[in-house]
């Protein structure tokens, strides 16, 4: 398993929230590219981009997406947060980024889903939000009345690049991960996991590589300092 720095980006800022949560801004780095450098420093090479404000339809962060992605090569990003077009799709793949993620349109389109899985094969991640079982959208504002299996069921025959799966609810709280859902989500599903949501500590990480997780999001507790960055690099960088 791989463990991924996040970098959530608002308002041309890195940020961490609690809960997803706008008026909940815990941690703000006014220059992301110094977030990417620090997280390079100790060793990891893969990065989550997720552009806050495009996903609640409050602007863009296109441009620093650009300058995380084009900072050095080698480097692998998946980028997501408001690609809800085909055109978006397009430009997050050509800007440097290995995998685009879609969330809201994906889980409300099914036909356009699998035109851009079936355009771009095994770049498109479509992130599955969870609360509780079900799968949230908008920027997690917006229910869907989807139980978090269907959503896997639907999503099984699409050539993904995998799942991004949040458990809203451990968001930024430093509580542990949910690791029931994730086991559900690894032995129900053919994807790949990037599991997200609530990591707080090395046996969190342990537990989800155990768990069949591919990967591993982590945010707060990187920022904070509550995990030792270098000890997970030398442990679960990929």
Same mark, same amino acid.
């Given at each position: *398993? ?5 970098? /959530?980006?608002?308002? #041309?800022?890195?940020?961490? %929230? ?26 990891? =090479?893969?990065?989550? $981009?997720?552009?806050? !404000?495009?996903?609640? =339809?409050?602007?863009?962060? @296109? ?21 809800? !077009?085909? /055109? ?6 050509? #800007?440097? @980024? ?25 770049? $498109? ?17 917006? &229910?869907?009345?989807?139980? $978090? ?12 690049? &995998?799942? %991004? ?10 509580? =542990? ?20 949501? &609530? ?12 768990? #069949? @997780? +591919?990967?591993?999001?982590?945010? *707060?507790? %990187? +920022?904070?300092?509550?995990? !030792? ?10």
């Amino acid at each position: *398993m791989i463990a991924i720095p996040a970098i /959530d980006l608002r308002e #041309g800022a890195c940020v961490q %929230l609690v809960g997803g949560s706008y008026a909940e801004e815990k941690v703000r780095v006014d220059d992301p590219l110094e977030a990417l450098k620090q997280w390079r420093r100790h060793g990891f =090479g893969t990065f989550h $981009v997720v552009d806050l !404000d495009a996903a609640l =339809g409050r602007g863009s962060n @296109a441009d620093a997406i650009f300058q995380l992605t084009a900072f050095e090569r080698g480097l692998t990003f998946s980028v997501g947060g408001g690609v809800r !077009d085909t /055109d978006r799709v397009e430009a997050v793949l050509a #800007g440097g @980024a290995a995998s685009v993620v879609v969330g809201t349109r994906a889980i409300e389109d099914e036909a356009w889903l699998a035109h851009i899985a079936q355009a771009f094969p095994g770049q $498109v991640m479509v992130a599955a939000d969870v609360k509780g079982r079900e799968v949230v959208t908008r920027g997690w504002t917006a &229910g869907s009345a989807r139980d $978090v299996r269907d959503v896997l069921a639907a999503l099984e025959p699409l050539p993904l690049g &995998g799942l %991004l799966v949040t458990a809203v609810h451990k968001e930024g709280q430093l509580s =542990g991960v949910d690791l029931p859902l994730m086991r559900e989500v690894a032995s129900t599903s053919r994807h790949r996991l990037y599991a997200s949501g &609530g990591v707080t500590t090395m046996g969190d990480l342990r537990a989800l590589a155990a768990a #069949g @997780a +591919y990967g591993a999001v982590i945010g *707060m507790a %990187l +920022y904070t300092g509550r995990l !030792d960055a270098s000890a997970v690099a030398r442990e679960f960088a990929g």
